[in-house]
C-alpha cells in the first residue's frame, strides 16, 4: 500500500509530526478509530491517495461545494469525461479519471438530500460510501478519501451523517479485511473531525 501524503496546514498545532516533509509520522491517537481509518482536516484534493470521493449531484457535472472544488482543481478534462457518463442516481457511484489532481482516480458518488424521518436517507446515505468501496475494490484501490457526504446542501445533520459513514466503512472493511484498504474521512474544518472523534468513541 502505498504511503498517504497530506496538507496538514489546517491542522491543529499540539499534533507531533515527523522528520519527513511535515507529515504524522503516525495519526494522532483521537484521529484513528482502527488500523484502516484515520480522520484528516483539510483540503481533500490536495490528498495523495489513489482516490477521492466527490461529493457531486447527480447530473455530474459539477456544482458547488465540495464538488465544484474537485472539478476545479482536476480541470476541465474531468468535466469533459463526467459528460460520457450519463450522469448518478442516489446512492450510487462512478470512476473517472482524477486527471491535474494528486489521486490517479475520483469517484463519483450522489448523497441524499436530507428529510427528517425518511429512513431510505440513512440507506442512501450508507449506499454512497459501500458502492464507492465497492467500486474501489473493483479497480485496484486501496488508499481513499471521502468527504462527508450530504451535510453540506444537501442539510444531513454532521453528527447522523457522521454515524453512518462510520458505520459502512466499518462494516465493508469488515467483509473485506484480506484486501489492505485505507480509509481517510476528510473534514473541511476542525468542527467536523470533532464530531468524528466523538460520534467514533460512542460506537
Partial sequence: MGSI???????RTSEVY?????????????????GHIRFDIGDITKLEVDCIVNAANRSLLGGGGVDGAIHRAAGP??????????????????LTGGYNLKARYVIHTVGPVY????PRCEKLLYSCYRNSLELAKQH??????FPAISTGVYGY?????????LAAVRRWLAENGDYGMEVILS?????????????????
Fill in 115 to 118: 428529510r427528517k424521518d425518511d
Fill in 77 to 94: 478534462k474531468l468535466l469533459a469525461e463526467c459528460r460520457t457518463l450519463g450522469g448518478c442516481q442516489t446512492g450510487e457511484a462512478k
Fill in 5 to 11: 501524503h497530506t496538507d496538514h496546514s489546517e491542522r
Fill in 157 to 165: 445533520p454532521a453528527e447522523e451523517a457522521a454515524a453512518v459513514a
Fill in 18 to 34: 515527523e522528520n519527513r516533509n511535515n507529515l504524522p509520522q503516525t495519526a494522532p491517537e483521537a484521529s484513528r478509530t482502527d
Fill in 140 to 145: 485496484g484501490i486501496h488508499t481513499i478519501a
Fill in 187 to 203: 473534514c473541511f474544518n476542525e468542527r467536523m473531525y470533532e464530531i468524528y472523534r466523538s460520534v467514533s468513541g460512542k460506537n
